[in-house]
């Protein structure tokens, strides 16, 4: 309320109230909806309170307080947006920056996390982080404006309750009056600090990165090796804030340097639907969904036709003249009568076969085997086959013609068949 009496009494612009309720606190949350929506109309505001289902929509490994968040950010940002708004304030104060820093702090954060909150993240604004709790309070009594405490704050069932009713009046009552003050200092040297970490984090990811396809993102791991754990941190730590991840705990991120520092070949789930992976050159962020496609079957080709391997498009024929060769895509390759012809994957293959291969994706290279023996596979960029190309020096009765296309070029409908 404090807030809403700010924007009303300082902004310049139309001011319009958003209220979420999360349906977490039954009856109470609808009468705080209810107590919001009246004293707007008592003021000539205009109001929209958004009613969402918290508990009916927590994610895997959720907490009630961050799905709460999640949904209260999601809520206000999209609402902002269809109304044409110039973006969110939230009504964060310094008390909530003193609570957050110790959570945090509990939690394992690192520089990051013990920033606090930032004042100004995209579209949401937070003008009163400088006050405090009661001195807002202070200023609804001057102003005459009545306002309701979530009767929840008074219950130890949240851990920043906990920290807010009972660890910081034992830190001023027995350790020093001042430490909010101090708390608030840190923050700053920490805001100075992360800013440093998204900057050179951001030059570090921007530096290493590699073009893979499928991927969500990838480095060069040889340069990624050469960086000081901290860098290697800092530039984790940012890709996983740029791609929407939550961020790692000290402890989760140390697990992870130390895999890299120790292993060739690793994978390491940052989040439920996402992974990291690596092998000798590479690092890659990539989704669950791809390291778990299953091998396709072989697929013998005969005659003329057309098919899909995976999500690439390709067709082939057979022909009696002309001469061998491979190119990008296409290929034409010897054959004799009786060979038998077919599309593998290279997943399929030994190990010692696959090896220069990002091992993520050999489930998803093409390869043409004759009887067996794997002779070609398309140049996909990241992936350049060994094979040994029969010449035009073999004797041969005739040419298989393989041409394969990028996957976005596939007909909606098609599949490997």
């Known amino acids: 309320m404090a807030l809403l009496w700010l924007m009303v009494n300082r902004w310049c612009g139309e001011v319009v109230a958003l209220h979420v309720d999360h349906g977490i606190r039954g009856e109470s949350s609808s009468s705080d909806a209810e107590f919001v929506r009246s004293h707007c109309a008592s003021i000539g505001v205009?109001?929209?309170?958004?009613?969402?289902?918290?508990?009916?929509?927590?994610?895997?490994?959720?907490?009630?307080?961050?799905?709460?968040?999640?949904?209260?950010?999601?809520?206000?940002?999209?609402?902002?947006?269809?109304?044409?708004?110039?973006?969110?304030?939230?009504?964060?104060?310094?008390?909530?920056?003193?609570?957050?820093?110790?959570?945090?702090?509990?939690?394992?954060?690192?520089?990051?996390?013990?920033?606090?909150?930032?004042?100004?993240?995209?579209?949401?604004?937070?003008?009163?982080?400088?006050?405090?709790?009661?001195?807002?309070?202070?200023?609804?009594?001057?102003?005459?404006?009545?306002?309701?405490?979530?009767?929840?704050?008074?219950?130890?069932?949240?851990?920043?309750?906990?920290?807010?009713?009972?660890?910081?009046?034992?830190?001023?009552?027995?350790?020093?009056?001042?430490?909010r003050g101090h708390v608030l200092s840190l923050v700053e040297d920490m805001a100075d600090l992360r800013a440093q970490e998204e900057e050179e984090g951001e030059e570090i990811a921007s530096r290493?990165?590699?073009?893979?396809?499928?991927?969500?993102?990838?480095?060069?791991?040889d340069d990624f090796k050469k960086l000081s754990p901290r860098r290697k941190a800092w530039a984790l730590r940012y890709l996983g804030r740029s791609l929407g991840l939550r961020t790692l705990s000290r402890s989760r991120m140390q697990v992870l340097l130390d895999l890299e520092s120790r292993s060739s070949r690793w994978r390491f789930q940052w989040s439920s639907d996402v992974e990291l992976c690596a092998d000798r050159n590479l690092l890659s962020f990539a989704k669950r969904s791809l390291l778990e496609a299953s091998c396709p079957e072989p697929f013998e080709l005969f005659g003329e036709g057309r098919g899909v391997f995976l999500d690439m498009p390709f067709s082939w024929s057979f022909g009696d003249s002309g001469r061998s060769h491979s190119s990008g895509l296409v290929a034409a390759i010897p054959v004799m009568a009786d060979d038998e012809v077919k599309v593998r994957s290279l997943a399929s293959f030994a190990q010692r076969l696959r090896s220069s291969c990002p091992w993520w994706l050999s489930t998803f290279v093409p390869v043409v085997t004759i009887n067996d023996r794997p002779v070609w596979s398309p140049a996909l960029g990241f992936w350049n086959s060994r094979w040994d190309f029969p010449s035009d020096s073999v004797k041969y009765e005739g040419l298989c013609l393989v041409s394969f296309s990028d996957p976005d070029s596939r007909q909606e409908g098609e599949q490997y068949r």
């Open 46 to 179: 205009s109001c929209h309170v958004i009613e969402r289902d918290v508990p009916g929509e927590l994610q895997k490994g959720e907490s009630i307080e961050l799905a709460a968040r999640r949904v209260r950010h999601e809520s206000l940002t999209r609402l902002s947006l269809d109304l044409g708004c110039y973006g969110v304030v939230l009504g964060h104060n310094s008390d909530d920056v003193v609570e957050t820093f110790f959570l945090n702090l509990a939690r394992g954060s690192g520089p990051f996390g013990l920033a606090g909150i930032p004042e100004v993240n995209g579209s949401l604004f937070r003008p009163i982080m400088g006050m405090s709790r009661e001195s807002l309070r202070r200023l609804l009594r001057d102003a005459g404006w009545s306002w309701v405490d979530d009767e929840t704050n008074d219950q130890d069932i949240y851990l920043r309750n906990r920290i807010r009713n009972e660890l910081l009046p034992m830190m001023e009552d027995r350790i020093n009056s001042g430490v």
């Open 208 to 221: 290493l990165w590699r073009d893979l396809p499928r991927c969500i993102y990838t480095l060069s791991r």
